[in-house]
């Protein structure tokens, strides 16, 4: 019950900082849409016009409205309102409306859900703030087909880098708490291996693992040439499947087929 409570606590407040942040949310992560671009190519290896996807923590619509593009039909759910309305706005403004609903439900809430889906998607770190227990639990439930979910890693080579070169790297972090819309919301951190082989394995195949941002530095590294850059983002989003690069990006994506029953 105490657990219940902490994580039902623990998503009022992630609701709330991103309601103070739904304004602004699309400008703030704009640095990072090299890699919201590789999960649109993911999407469209993993979707097919007609089918039903879940988008969990939809934030503003972005990936709904992409796949909304595509002919599929999307549930997007974000436990902050605010997002929510965001959403709607843009898919209203895309005349989408009737392949998106766009639904206030934070992830703690999908007992509510009854519907299946073909699959679901969930991008940045909406799952990191959540119970992920609980939510491959009701995954398992709601999800016939595949998952492409992309989380915060637990370890990352450029946030090393900088640690390394100011002296203050203590090691892998299993949680952090960022500052969201003025409010301080903890954040817990996987690898991918970990995350896949604690809540999912059961009732998922893992047909893919692969990290975003190994390489190719964040967007607030800016001494860098752009060319150099662009190398980097080249090879990221190619070579993030390998020994050693799979488990060090900023990201991970895990790319998941429910077992048959």
């Known amino acids: 019950m105490y657990a219940a409570a902490r994580s039902k606590d623990s998503s009022l407040n992630a609701s709330a900082a991103y309601d103070a942040l739904a304004g ?10 090299w890699m919201r671009s590789a999960l649109h190519r993911h999407y469209l290896r993993a979707f097919r016009p ?11 619509g972005t990936d709904a409205l992409f796949l909304a593009s595509h002919c599929i039909h999307v549930l997007a759910v974000d436990g902050s309102p605010a997002m929510v309305e965001q959403a709607r706005k843009k898919v209203a403004a895309a005349g989408l409306t009737e392949l998106v609903e766009a639904r206030a439900l934070a ?4 007992c509510q859900l009854q519907d299946q889906f073909d699959g679901a998607i969930s991008a940045f770190a ?32 450029w ?39 604690r809540y999912f394995a059961q009732s998922f ?9 190994s390489l190719r530095p964040p967007h607030t590294v ?36 429910r077992r048959p029953t």
């Open 205 to 213: 195949r893992l047909r893919a693992a692969y990290s975003l941002g």
């Open 159 to 197: 946030e090393w880098l900088g640690g390394v070169a100011h002296g203050s790297w203590r090691g892998p972090k299993r949680a952090r708490t960022f500052r969201i819309g003025e409010r301080h919301v903890p954040h817990t951190l996987y690898s991918p291996g970990e995350a896949y082989a």
């Open 107 to 110: 992830v703690a809430d999908f």
């Open 24 to 33: 602004n949310y699309d400008e703030q992560i704009r640095g990072d849409e």
């Open 222 to 257: 800016t001494r860098l040439p752009r060319p150099v850059v662009n190398t980097l983002e080249w090879i990221d989003v190619r070579a993030g499947a390998l020994p050693g690069l799979r488990d060090s990006g900023r990201f991970f994506v895990l790319d998941l087929e």
């Open 126 to 157: 909406g799952l990191n703030t959540a119970d992920l227990r609980r939510f491959a639990e009701d995954a398992a439930r709601l999800v016939h087909g595949r998952m492409v979910l992309h989380m915060l890693n637990h370890f990352s080579l």
């Open 50 to 60: 007609g089918m039903r996807v879940l988008d969990v923590a939809c934030g503003t």
